[in-house]
């Protein structure tokens, strides 16, 4: 299974990276979008939003399930990606190279303490 | 531990995600569902039906016996080889299953069950049996393996694979069967297209499917078999029907002959149910999100529910099965709760795609 090395993980399938201005930018993992099938349709948060860690904030769809995805951390939502709203399965054929949604987190230092690489593939090795 | 049909492991070799379906550990795709459900539309696609259970029933009094215990008429096979969907029905009308009864001869029929209720198909069978059909001999085939194959060129593909079957099954009208050395040959199925369902001894099912293959008919799993049979508006025992409901408001009331003399298990309660709800087919409208099974739907006659709801890959939106209150007719247009939102749907007759048409 894909799980880049540079990368943040949470334990509900999320990938985040932390850009230089410390915005996040958040996707869901490759196991993910595996898991779940063709995705059909994806709904993001509204700009500007403030979110909780842990909060459901998006959802994504395949034919077979509907799934939500999760705040990493408490924030205010900074972009959405209307790009994988029109064409949902772009996220099937890269979950990496496709990101959801931007959160510029209340404390950016929390980031560090998300699962780092080796930590979500033994997450994913247990399922 | 899971129960595995005899293809498991070409399955696997072809690269399915496997998953637990009613007992059976069964493919539920080999890639992409959509792909492999355009594939049945467009070209070729088989499925592994072999959870599947076909239930031989001999004996001279057959006809007679399967008169009385499906709702369905078994006078209404009359040519060797015709096949009649029917409802099996709980005296209360309830839904213990649908099946398929092919006509083999006089005394001899053949059902084709589905896989989670076989066990209590059998049962039901034989206590039915032993109450009013003496003499008649039930037998479960979990000898035999099943391949459904099906799309607007299954037929020529299955002759290409299987020499010497397309002087037996060519003749064959749609709902026929016929014998073919080892190979029970039936033009039926389970998508809305054309094609075959091919009942045959579990030891050559491999060869088959790889025959099969390399004539470029496509593996396909559950997940397609699913939006293709809901597009087809067909229902799935458990999820549009189950021991709930009766055949009438389960958009079945044209396999129940309630007019003529015929008795048959289920028919009194049948006669006097006030029928209350009824099954339409709905069609998302504007998107938002996809219908999906047990959302409530809200009608000016009152709410209801989604049966089953799904993408649709042909009309690239989505459709469903739902239960609603009588009245509600099609072109109005219904509500249906998706998570926190409110979507609107179109409703239909079903099928909403039949031969590769859209008919919605």
Same mark, same amino acid.
């Given at each position: 299974?894909?799980?880049?090395?540079?990368?943040?993980?949470?334990?509900?399938?999320?990938?985040? $990276?932390?850009?230089?201005?410390?915005?996040? &930018?958040?996707?869901?993992?490759?196991?993910?979008?595996?898991?779940?099938?063709?995705?059909?349709?994806?709904?993001?948060?509204?700009?500007? $939003?403030?979110?909780?860690?842990?909060?459901? !904030?998006?959802?994504?769809? +395949?034919?077979?399930?509907? +799934?939500?995805?999760?705040?990493?951390?408490?924030? !205010?939502?900074?972009?959405?990606?209307?790009?994988?709203?029109? #064409?949902?399965?772009?996220?099937? #054929?890269? #979950?990496?190279?496709?990101?959801?949604?931007?959160?510029?987190?209340?404390?950016?230092?929390?980031?560090?303490?998300?699962?780092?690489?080796?930590?979500? +593939?033994? &997450?994913?090795?247990?399922? | 531990?899971?129960?595995?049909?005899?293809?498991?492991?070409?399955?696997?070799? @072809?690269?399915?995600?496997?998953?637990?379906?009613?007992?059976?550990?069964?493919?539920?795709?080999?890639?992409?569902?959509?792909?492999?459900?355009?594939?049945?539309?467009?070209? *070729?696609?088989?499925?592994?039906?072999?959870?599947?259970?076909?239930?031989?029933?001999?004996?001279?009094?057959?006809?007679?016996?399967?008169?009385?215990?499906?709702?369905?008429?078994?006078?209404?096979?009359?040519?060797?080889?015709?096949?009649?969907?029917?409802?099996?029905?709980?005296?209360?009308?309830?839904?213990?299953?649908?099946?398929?009864?092919?006509?083999?001869?006089?005394?001899?029929?053949?059902?084709?069950?589905? *896989?989670?209720?076989?066990?209590?198909?059998?049962?039901?069978?034989?206590?039915?049996?032993?109450?009013?059909?003496?003499g008649i001999a039930l037998t479960p085939r979990r000898d035999?393996?099943?391949?459904?194959?099906?799309?607007?060129?299954?037929?020529?593909?299955?002759?290409?694979?299987?020499?010497?079957?397309?002087?037996?099954?060519?003749?064959?009208?749609?709902?026929?069967? @016929?014998?073919?050395?080892?190979?029970?040959?039936?033009?039926?199925?389970?998508?809305?297209?054309?094609?075959?369902?091919?009942?045959?001894?579990?030891? /050559?099912?491999?060869?088959?499917?790889?025959?099969?293959?390399?004539?470029?008919?496509?593996?396909?799993?559950?997940?397609?078999?699913?939006?293709? /049979?809901?597009? @087809?508006?067909?229902?799935?025992?458990?999820?549009?029907?189950?021991?709930?409901?009766?055949?009438?408001?389960?958009?079945?009331?044209?396999?129940?002959?309630?007019?003529?003399?015929?008795?048959?298990?289920?028919?009194?309660?049948?006669?006097?149910?006030?029928?209350?709800?009824?099954?339409?087919?709905?069609?998302?409208?504007?998107?938002?999100?996809?219908?999906?099974?047990?959302?409530?739907?809200?009608?000016?006659?009152?709410?209801?529910?989604?049966?089953?709801?799904?993408?649709?890959?042909?009309?690239?939106?989505?459709?469903?099965?739902?239960?609603?209150?009588?009245?509600?007719?099609?072109?109005?247009?219904?509500?249906?709760?998706? /998570?926190?939102?409110?979507?609107? @749907?179109?409703?239909?007759?079903?099928?909403?795609?039949?031969?590769?048409?859209?008919?919605?």
């Open positions: 299974m894909n799980v880049p090395p540079n990368l943040k993980y949470t334990d509900s399938h999320e990938w985040i $990276r932390k850009e230089a201005d410390g915005t996040l &930018t958040i996707g869901i993992t490759d196991h993910a979008q595996e898991a779940l099938g063709d995705l059909v349709f994806i709904e993001l948060p509204a700009v500007g $939003r403030t979110v909780k860690a842990g909060e459901a !904030v998006a959802v994504v769809e +395949s034919v077979k399930a509907a +799934s939500d995805v999760y705040a990493p951390l408490a924030g !205010v939502v900074s972009a959405a990606n209307t790009e994988v709203t029109d #064409a949902p399965e772009k996220v099937n #054929a890269d #979950a990496y190279g496709h990101w959801l949604y931007k959160l510029k987190p209340a404390n950016a230092a929390d980031a560090d303490k998300l699962l780092d690489a080796a930590a979500y +593939s033994k &997450t994913i090795a247990a399922e | 531990m899971l129960r595995q049909t005899p293809l498991n492991a070409a399955h696997r070799a @072809a690269g399915a995600k496997m998953v637990d379906f009613g007992g059976w550990e069964m493919p539920v795709s080999y890639g992409s569902q959509i792909e492999e459900h355009h594939a049945v539309r467009r070209d *070729a696609g088989m499925f592994d039906v072999s959870h599947m259970l076909a239930v031989d029933l001999a004996g001279d009094g057959a006809r007679a016996f399967l008169r009385y215990a499906l709702a369905n008429n078994v006078d209404k096979l009359s040519v060797t080889g015709k096949a009649l969907y029917s409802c099996l029905l709980r005296p209360d009308g309830g839904i213990l299953d649908d099946l398929i009864a092919y006509f083999l001869r006089e005394d001899a029929f053949r059902i084709v069950v589905n *896989a989670a209720t076989a066990e209590k198909d059998v049962a039901w069978f034989n206590a039915l049996i032993a109450e009013r059909g003496p035999l393996a099943m391949l459904a194959v099906q799309g607007p060129n299954a037929r020529t593909k299955v002759w290409a694979a299987l020499p010497g079957s397309r002087e037996a099954s060519e003749p064959l009208k749609p709902f026929m069967a @016929a014998q073919f050395g080892d190979y029970f040959i039936a033009r039926t199925g389970y998508t809305g297209e054309d094609g075959f369902e091919l009942t045959l001894p579990a030891e /050559r099912s491999v060869a088959l499917w790889n025959e099969l293959s390399a004539v470029g008919v496509r593996p396909c799993g559950l997940g397609a078999r699913d939006t293709l /049979r809901l597009e @087809a508006g067909m229902n799935l025992y458990g999820q549009d029907m189950t021991e709930a409901e009766n055949p009438l408001e389960s958009g079945l009331a044209w396999t129940v002959d309630l007019a003529s003399a015929r008795d048959f298990v289920g028919k009194e309660a049948l006669a006097r149910a006030s029928i209350a709800r009824q099954q339409v087919g709905l069609v998302q409208q504007g998107g938002g999100g996809v219908l999906r099974s047990h959302q409530r739907v809200l009608t000016a006659g009152g709410s209801g529910e989604i049966t089953s709801g799904t993408f649709s890959p042909t009309l690239a939106g989505s459709i469903a099965l739902a239960r609603v209150p009588v009245g509600v007719t099609p072109g109005d247009t219904v509500t249906v709760e998706v /998570r926190d939102k409110r979507l609107e @749907a179109r409703v239909v007759k079903p099928p909403f795609v039949r031969q590769g048409k859209v008919l919605v």
